[in-house]
């Protein structure tokens, strides 16, 4: 099975909340995320085709900002799959005949507050700490703000994850819309061709040697 059969099966369970596909996520990229008001649900799809090399990074990845991970994978990559991934990551194995529970999701304890951050703006993550009476952070830079968040006692994980899930969930129309105008405008665009070649230059044809002729000294 490939990346979008395994997607297709996955969808119809995603309730309640919203979804987001390749949601950038640390280094990488979470192939669905769940959101609901209540928790943030990642999920990795690894169909036949694919390899298990990213796993490492993928897992830091989620680990750092979801409340649940689940990887799906197809029955060919279980064996190698299961020493990888702690015990509170779920797995689904998918099939033609389904999606089916190898063991369910358990509570991530593991998520942090600056890289949670990274999930929205820069400027998103100022106003709620604003709001929070926090003045000195309106002129931090990107990295002095993942620092503040590191090292202060001032910002709850709880409260902070909580206005995440919020602004994700309100974002999702503007992703929508932007993704339905950049489908219209490749539509728009004539279809590119295929740069042609230099054409080989022609072998020139040799001239037919000339036989000297010998002469012989008596």
């Known amino acids: 099975m490939n990346d979008p059969a395994i997607r297709a099966l996955l969808y119809p369970l995603l309730t309640g909340g919203v979804r987001i596909d390749e949601l950038p996520t640390g280094t990488t990229r979470a192939d669905v995320v769940h959101i ?77 507050r600056a890289p949670l951050s990274r999930l929205l703006l820069l400027d998103e993550v100022k106003q709620y700490l604003l709001a929070r009476g926090l003045t000195g952070v309106s002129t931090l830079r990107s990295r002095e703000i993942s620092h503040f968040l590191r090292t202060t006692q001032l910002v709850p994980l709880s409260g902070l994850a909580q206005y995440v899930r919020e602004r994700l969930i309100a974002r999702l129309p503007e992703r929508l819309l932007l993704r339905a ?38």
């Open 36 to 112: 609901t008001e209540h928790f943030m649900h990642g999920y990795e799809v690894k169909g036949d085709g694919d390899t298990l090399q990213r796993v490492a990074n993928q897992l830091r990845c989620y680990g750092e900002v979801y409340d649940f991970v689940t990887f799906i994978v197809t029955e060919k990559h279980l064996p190698k799959l299961l020493p990888l991934l702690p015990e509170w990551v779920g797995i689904l194995i998918a099939s033609e005949s389904g999606l089916s529970t190898h063991r369910a999701a358990g509570y991530n304890a593991t998520v942090e």
């Open 181 to 218: 105008e950049r489908k219209a405008e490749r539509e728009r665009l004539p279809p590119r061709r295929k740069p042609k070649g230099k054409p080989k230059p022609k072998a020139k044809k040799k001239k037919p040697a000339v036989q000297k002729k010998v002469r012989v000294v008596a």
